[in-house]
């Protein structure tokens, strides 16, 4: 009698142990299947939401190929120069903005043709520093990050004597960088600084001029030592949002003729455009460097995701 009641409860409590364990198993099984269709959602989403950003940017290629047709310069109170308001999509929704970046010094203009530093450009971004109200001996140092050699300027300078010293050690670029973020890599360089310094420069292929339509107050002032935190501003007022109207008068008496003519521009071959698509909880912002060509052929030369 004791036995087969000890082996009946053997038996229940096996049979709770094995519903137990079905049920704990069906509640993984369960949870890996819901975890497996949000991944995948949020995979289609991810998908969706940067072909919806390539789309904003064939379309901005578009407005930059007829903006050529149409004008002779480029200026602040153009098409392209609004933002993109945000549109309604499927899910979600899109809204973006292109800059100039021609108004921004190119910290590639530091280095000539010939690998050697562009003192010119080298005086033009300690201008920039200094109206910044950082320290000028940045511009040396950047030369130095992309001059070719590994001869340390003097007095500011630093090659790989000073990184490998660093931990974790690295070494200079020595050559032209295709991202103005890599400056945070100067020796003495901090987040401060960079934040301060980054909406006026740029990296962009080969040598660039600043298009005074579209120039920053900051980058203005660089252009010559002449001129004033006021003059800039007085210059900015000018403008306005159609551009100068002739740049010779406008910056005549602040620079020289030649310097004037040589150095100021009115139109722009580099944009950026910026684009942030959202689809769901999914959200990407999308950075697209577009060249624009003599002839209005357009072509994204950088692209990126999240980053500047
Ligand atoms: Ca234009
Ligand atoms: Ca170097």
Redesign the pocket.
Known sequence: MNSMRSSRGVALITALLIMALIASMTYTLKWNNSLDIRRTGVMLNRDQAVQIAVGAESWMQTILRQDLEESDTDHLGEIWASDLPALPIDGGEVYGEIQDLQGRFNINNLVGDDGNVDEEALEQFQRLLTALGLDPRFAGIA??????????SFPDGA??AIYTGITPPYR???QLISNAAELAALEGMDKATMDVLLPHIVALPGHTEINVNTATGAVLQSLDERISAADAERLIAERAESGFAEIAQSFGGLMEPDDISRRLVETTEFFQLRVTVRVDTVRITYYSILERGPRGDVTPILRSLGTT
């Open positions: 030369a130095d990050w992309i001059d070719a050699d590994q001869d340390a090659e790989d200079a670029a020595n």
